[in-house]
């Protein structure tokens, strides 16, 4: 391998770029091809195919959403107190206050 890469540094730049190219898209049909293969025989069983098919409906998770959050909503306003409960009122005493004089010099 180490004599594969001595050889390849002494090549052309578009050539190096060609073989850098060619193995990443070697890499990647070798990783897709991976991942094809376990989607499938995930996918292959019923209970996991109809699992699927009801979470891809983005209208339908939206509205649960929805739901989830108005009813999360609505239970800490129920327990929340009133506001004429939490408000007091403090009356205070007025002060007259002195005009102070500032100068300029």
Do not use: H
Not at 5 to 32: D, H, W
Not at 49 to 72: C, E, R, V
Not at 97 to 104: A, C, D, F, S, Y
């Amino acid at each position: 391998m180490r004599k594969y890469i001595q050889n390849l540094k002494s090549k052309p730049e578009a050539e190096r770029k060609q073989v850098a190219y060619m193995a990443t898209v070697v890499c990647m049909v070798f990783v897709g091809s991976i991942w094809i293969y376990g989607l499938v025989s995930r996918l292959s069983t019923k209970d996991v195919a109809d699992q699927a098919k009801a979470d891809t409906k983005p209208f339908a998770m939206l509205a649960n959403s929805l739901k989830d959050t108005y009813t999360g909503i609505s239970a800490s306003v129920g327990n929340a107190k009133s506001v004429s409960d939490t408000v007091t009122v403090k009356e205070e005493k007025m002060i007259d206050l002195i005009p102070v004089e500032t100068t300029t010099q």
